[in-house]
């Protein structure tokens, strides 16, 4: 697909990898809705770089958790752009922020309404642009996670299991004319890391066969590679350092 003049819809692009790709769609010539549930601030800045490209952006702030708060972010996309062609299920909750084994239902059912459904109540939206203008594609943000059943974050493990499910099954269901694929990234130092210790730090790195970490720009670079490739659909693309390398 030439990205030119296309409608991007970023999940979660107040900041993080969601933030990076907003801005690389921005300088691929496309149009860009830039989601945000609680960091207006962040939501701007993502607006003032792309304003600064002098591509066309939308601001809506929704918690794609909430079905009513979906439909209403797609309205705004209508009333604004009229179609939309590419979806980037970004937002999530990037860790169970409380144990499994002590977590209540509110705080699981809080996590899988982001991570997982989010993404299902989004995309169903944005299908409906795709099937109408007969083509679009949707990319999904997975993690390591979801295939390398370790970490200590079970929910959020099993929710991103689901997202690669999901973007298989989906991929299918709506052949031949949208693609869905998802981008599993392995450790981005977003703000996520930013009360570790320099010790759990290098633990991260240590677990990669590269002994790095992976930047925002690599995994955007990744979306990128998806949105214009006409011929890949189902897939879960690892960019991971080599995490999951076995
Ligand atoms: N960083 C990593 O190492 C890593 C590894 C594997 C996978 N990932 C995945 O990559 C994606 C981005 O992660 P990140 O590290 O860039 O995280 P981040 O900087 O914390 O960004 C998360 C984004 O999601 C938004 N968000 C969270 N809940 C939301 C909701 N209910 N509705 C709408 N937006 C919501 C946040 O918005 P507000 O702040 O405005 O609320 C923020 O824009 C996630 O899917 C994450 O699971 C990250």
Request: net charge positive.
């Amino acid at each position: 697909m030439n990205l030119k003049g296309k409608v991007v819809v970023i999940t979660g692009s107040s900041s993080g990898i969601g933030k990076t790709t907003a801005i690389r769609f921005a300088k691929e010539g496309c149009k860009i809705v830039v989601n945000y549930k609680n960091n207006i601030l962040g939501g701007e800045e993502t607006v003032k770089e792309i304003n600064k490209l002098g591509r066309e952006v939308l601001l809506v702030q929704a918690d794609v958790s909430k079905p009513a708060e979906v439909i209403k972010l797609f309205k705004k996309v209508e009333k604004k752009f009229g179609t939309l062609h590419i979806l980037i299920n970004n937002a999530a909750i990037p860790n169970d922020k409380v144990p499994y084994l002590e977590a209540s239902y509110e705080d699981i059912i809080d996590l899988v309404n982001t991570d997982l459904i989010g993404p299902m109540m989004c995309s169903k939206e944005a299908i409906k642009f795709m099937q109408k203008q007969g083509f679009g594609k949707i990319i999904n943000t997975s993690s390591i996670r979801g295939a390398e059943h370790g970490g200590r974050s079970v929910v959020y493990a099993a929710s991103k299991a689901g997202v690669n499910s999901f973007s298989k099954t989906l991929a299918k269901m709506v052949s031949p004319n949208i693609q869905v694929n998802a981008v599993a990234p392995g450790f981005v130092k977003t703000r996520n890391y930013d009360k570790l210790t320099k010790e759990q730090l290098d633990s991260f790195i240590e677990q990669t066969y590269l002994k790095r970490w992976v930047t925002e720009d690599e995994v955007a670079d990744a979306f990128i590679f998806l949105a214009k490739n006409d011929a890949m659909t189902g897939q879960v693309i690892y960019v991971d350092a080599g995490f999951t390398l076995k």
